[in-house]
């Protein structure tokens, strides 16, 4: 490493030192202001468990967590923090992936606890090993750790989606590597059910309130707390920056039900025209990142590409690891099996292009595929095939013109599929989204039903999608950008050194008030209330 490259790591080093530091300071001084000021706590507790979003800084699904509990202190809601203390052997996000591997960095991401947690009423966790469990573990193959049981918690199903996330990978090796992983998740989610358990029959809490609820952590306290009849609700990014999904489902599913009255007058229609408008030139951020650092058309030697063929299809791939993927994996076992499939039916109809285009964050640096739809495309030989086209993820190519060449498009379950929908286009959907249960999508039934109407639709002599579909899709959208996606941006802001990484504003505390605040009487009502977490107002 060039003495340059060493300065340059010094000074961000310093520049996040300094950054976390005032960052930190700003949330010690608005936590004791709501101490201050918030009454006698007046009704049960709820407790809050977010040990996945985060090691140091503020990630915006730690902000969410840490503005809903002031704002429910100050309604006179005691809030308890049930936080890490060395409580894992790996976490989720401080797990190392080399061989020995490195603990997680505790003394950092407790230091960062310390400053969020200032003042509050805090139940902390460490690491509590159990031999038993350890020799029950100790010879377990990969089968055996994914469908591991200990006295009745299904350790090895909680555990699995973790594990590919951090792995980056759906089929999981049988290594060194990947055992290790699976058994430090189990022994951990053990340990800290264990002491979860015991607080919550300590405290007889009203509700819990997690991040996500399927990384490991959080999956295990959830499961816990729904074995003792304990309503659990979860939270994750919503569509629009600086916003939150806060749901009593699964908000990794993003169960979202429109209600049939509701209907995009002239206004709505023009405010969600300005968006998709930008949306279509790759102008947009999702939890911090922006996934098109550019958009370019299609090229004149793709033109004449597809004009050798009758018909263009295509086929828009997801992220393997991510968590939405274990609730679309209904008629088929993974994407990957899905994409077997659509390789045998291009080759039964060399007459089609089939335009497979990989996910942009399959490729995301830090986060990038280890079992990509890349690989996989060069393990069958794709390029090989003369009606198949592959585009890789760090291409740039619009997915909105591929959309407005084709004969009909073909999807897993990504939100592509609900914007070609409102482009007019017929959808064909291989797993299930959160937009398929809108009648929005084609989404068959069986494996073998969705077979059947991919041969039905490639041979018909025209595709037309049925006018609902758009209208549906435009609804859905339209709800869940501004009914669904609860605003933060009046407490928070960009902390300009990691992506998706926030601070707090300068605002008086009594803006985090139910009376001051739609977005915290929103979620104040659905935790407090039983209300759905939905805007009622655009």
């Known amino acids: 490493m060039t003495a340059k490259n060493l300065v340059d790591r010094a000074r961000r080093r310093l520049t996040l030192t300094r950054a976390h530091q005032s960052s930190n300071q700003r949330t010690r001084r608005m936590a004791e202001l709501v101490a201050a000021h918030a009454p006698e706590p007046a009704r049960a507790p709820v407790v809050f468990f977010n040990a996945s979003s985060r090691l140091s800084g503020i990630s ?22 049930f936080v890490c203390q060395r409580g894992m052997t790996q976490c989720v996000l401080g797990t190392d992936r080399g061989e020995p591997p490195k603990a997680p960095p505790c003394a950092s991401c407790m230091r960062q606890s310390r400053a969020l947690y200032h003042g509050g009423k805090n139940v902390s966790f460490s690491f509590q090993p159990d031999a038993a469990l350890d020799k029950a573990l100790e010879r377990l193959d990969l089968a055996g750790l994914s469908a591991f049981s200990w006295k009745g918690m299904p350790l090895g199903e909680l555990v699995l989606p973790s594990a590919r996330w951090i792995l980056r990978r759906h089929h999981l090796q049988e290594d060194s590597t990947t055992l290790r992983i699976l058994r430090e998740y189990i022994r951990s989610a053990w340990s800290l059910s264990g002491r979860f358990s015991k607080l919550l029959d300590e405290v007889k809490p009203a509700a819990l309130v997690v991040f996500n609820g399927m990384q490991y952590p959080e999956a295990a306290a959830r499961w816990v707390a729904r074995q003792k009849g304990l309503p659990v609700y979860s939270h994750e990014v919503g569509l629009r920056p600086m916003s939150a999904f806060f749901t009593p489902g699964d908000a990794t599913a993003y169960p979202l039900v429109l209600p049939e009255s509701f209907e995009l007058n002239e206004a709505r229609n023009a405010r969600l025209d300005a968006y998709l408008q930008n949306r279509f030139k790759g102008n947009f951020i999702m939890a911090g990142v922006r996934f098109w650092p550019e958009m370019s058309a299609v090229d004149p030697e793709f033109l004449a590409l597809a004009a050798g063929f009758k018909q263009l299809v295509p086929v828009f791939t997801n992220v393997i690891f991510d968590t939405s993927q274990p609730h679309a994996n209904l008629l088929y076992e993974d994407m990957f099996t899905w994409l077997d499939d659509v390789l045998d039916t291009a080759r039964a109809h060399p007459d089609t292009l089939f335009v497979i285009r990989a996910h942009p964050d399959e490729a995301r640096k830090g986060k990038a595929s280890e079992e990509s739809v890349a690989e996989w495309a060069q393990r069958r030989r794709v390029e090989q095939f ?29 939100t592509i599929g609900l ?80 992506a998706g990484y926030v601070r707090l504003k300068e605002f008086e505390w009594s803006a985090l008030l139910p009376e001051n605040s739609m977005t915290m009487r929103v979620i104040s009502d659905g935790l407090l209330g039983g209300g759905d977490f939905l805007l009622k107002e655009d």
Do not use: C
Request: hydrophobic share 45%; no cysteine.
């Open 419 to 498: 914007e070609a929908s409102i482009l007019g286009a017929l959808v064909l959907a291989a797993g299930r989204s959160r937009y398929s249960q809108a009648d929005t999508v084609n989404f068959p039934h069986s494996r073998q039903e969705y077979q059947r109407e991919l041969e039905a639709l490639l041979v018909a002599p025209e595709v037309r999608a049925p006018e609902r579909y758009s209208h549906n899709a435009r609804r859905f959208l339209y709800y869940q950008l501004y009914r669904s996606s609860l605003p933060f941006d009046a407490f928070l802001a960009e902390d300009q050194v990691w």
């Open 386 to 414: 003369p009606n198949v086209r592959f585009i890789r993820p760090e291409t740039y190519i619009s997915s909105y013109d591929l959309i407005r060449m084709a004969k009909f498009v073909m999807i897993y379950n990504s």
């Open 60 to 81: 915006l699904n730690a902000a969410f967590s840490i503005l809903t509990g002031w704002s429910l202190r100050l309604q006179g809601v005691p809030v308890i923090n």
